[in-house]
């Protein structure tokens, strides 16, 4: 297994597992600009939860490898140019971006970063798993498993290439800008749809008849922040909520569902999909707590996890009358087993 010292010591080692950059959902959410490629430096700063000056720092360090990893440094037209198609307004006169690639080689550089840490562990994890797991036989009984998997792989294919293709298209060509925003929107919709067909064949994975209750949590696992939101949501759906909505964005207010128990009562959801080696702590259900009662005036407030929470989290939980889904209770709930508090 490759050991973490070695990680962050040697550029090969990390220029061969730039590819998982799914890793950095897992154990946080990154929020993309507008072109759902990119992000800042302060964006960077502030998923690793380190000053701006420290990414900076490390830029400045790394440069050479960074930009290999698809960091730049937009000025004049090309800037200009970008805003327009991204629609950011800032009269900044340079603007750097990361694309995830780049974002996951920081967090295998980054060494006074607790995110960056659990960003390499997850890393080393799964690229643990990926090297020493066997190879599956497939029998005709595993056909929903093939199909999942065909689909993922389709929509990695176009996420991560025919999109950022039709992207760079439509950046260099003013003539056939409009035919290709369409077309690009088409393979987006495609992209969309495969995402929940994949999601719904993972329900139909789900434990029945004495089936264990692993194969739940790992289709979880696989999600990004976005889909373990709309699975959440279909639970909801599921025990006879209406008004289901999923917020999603950046104007949220610190909650990601909305939703009417069938006795008509308001409920908000906040949902993290976090590595299950790390923890709810108690400032996020505090944050929690505030948004639930206050900003939205619920009367059923869901906390939602796919790790477990904290001592403290779950008194100030049990205290506040918010209901603590933690790893095992979400597993059972996805599981067809219901949730009291929405009875």
């Known amino acids: 297994m490759i050991n973490e010292t070695a990680l962050l010591e040697s550029q090969t080692l990390r220029g061969s597992v730039l590819d998982r950059t799914d890793v950095l959902d897992r154990v946080k959410a990154l929020s993309l600009l507008p072109d759902g490629m990119h992000v800042t430096t302060a964006m960077v700063a502030s998923y690793f939860s380190v000053t701006v000056e420290v990414i900076r720092a490390l830029v400045h360090d790394h440069r050479a490898e960074l930009e290999a990893s698809g960091y730049r440094v937009l000025t004049g037209t090309e800037l200009s140019d970008f805003k327009q198609l991204s629609g950011i307004q800032s009269r900044t006169r340079s603007l750097a971006l990361f694309p995830r690639r780049a974002v996951l080689n920081i967090a295998m550089l980054l060494r006074d970063s607790e995110v960056a840490r659990q960003v390499r562990v997850y890393l080393l994890d799964m690229e643990y798993l990926a090297r020493t797991q066997p190879v599956e036989n497939f029998t005709p009984a595993d056909t929903a498993s093939l199909d999942a998997r065909i689909d993922q792989r389709i929509t990695h294919i176009l996420g991560r290439t025919v999109v950022p293709l039709f992207n760079t298209l439509i950046e260099t060509s003013g003539e056939h800008r409009r035919e290709?925003?369409?077309?690009?929107?088409?393979?987006?919709?495609?992209?969309?749809?495969?995402?929940?067909?994949?999601?719904?064949?993972?329900?139909?994975?789900?434990?029945?008849?004495?089936?264990?209750?692993?194969?739940?949590?790992?289709?979880?696992?696989?999600?990004?922040?976005?889909?373990?939101?709309?699975?959440?949501?279909?639970?909801?759906?599921?025990?006879?909520?209406?008004?289901?909505?999923?917020?999603?964005?950046?104007?949220?207010?610190?909650?990601?569902?909305?939703?009417?128990?069938?006795?008509?009562?308001?409920?908000?959801?906040?949902?993290?999909?976090?590595?299950?080696?790390?923890?709810?702590?108690?400032?996020?259900?505090?944050?929690?707590?505030?948004?639930?009662?206050?900003?939205?005036?619920?009367?059923?407030?869901?906390?939602?996890?796919?790790?477990?929470?904290?001592?403290?989290a779950l008194n100030i939980a049990a205290e506040s009358g918010i209901t603590a889904v933690h790893r095992g209770l979400l597993e059972e709930w996805s599981a067809g087993a219901a949730l009291t508090v929405l009875e």
Do not use: W, Y
């Open 180 to 312: 290709l925003t369409a077309l690009r929107a088409g393979v987006q919709r495609i992209e969309k749809r495969l995402q929940q067909h994949h999601t719904r064949l993972q329900r139909l994975e789900a434990p029945r008849e004495g089936r264990p209750l692993a194969g739940v949590m790992a289709a979880m696992d696989a999600m990004n922040g976005r889909e373990f939101e709309e699975h959440v949501a279909g639970l909801l759906r599921r025990d006879g909520c209406t008004d289901v909505v999923v917020q999603g964005g950046g104007r949220d207010r610190g909650i990601d569902i909305t939703a009417l128990t069938a006795d008509g009562r308001r409920i908000v959801v906040q949902c993290k999909r976090f590595a299950p080696h790390l923890s709810i702590t108690s400032p996020e259900l505090q944050k929690f707590l505030g948004a639930a009662k206050v900003l939205h005036d619920s009367e059923v407030a869901l906390f939602v996890a796919t790790c477990p929470f904290t001592r403290d």
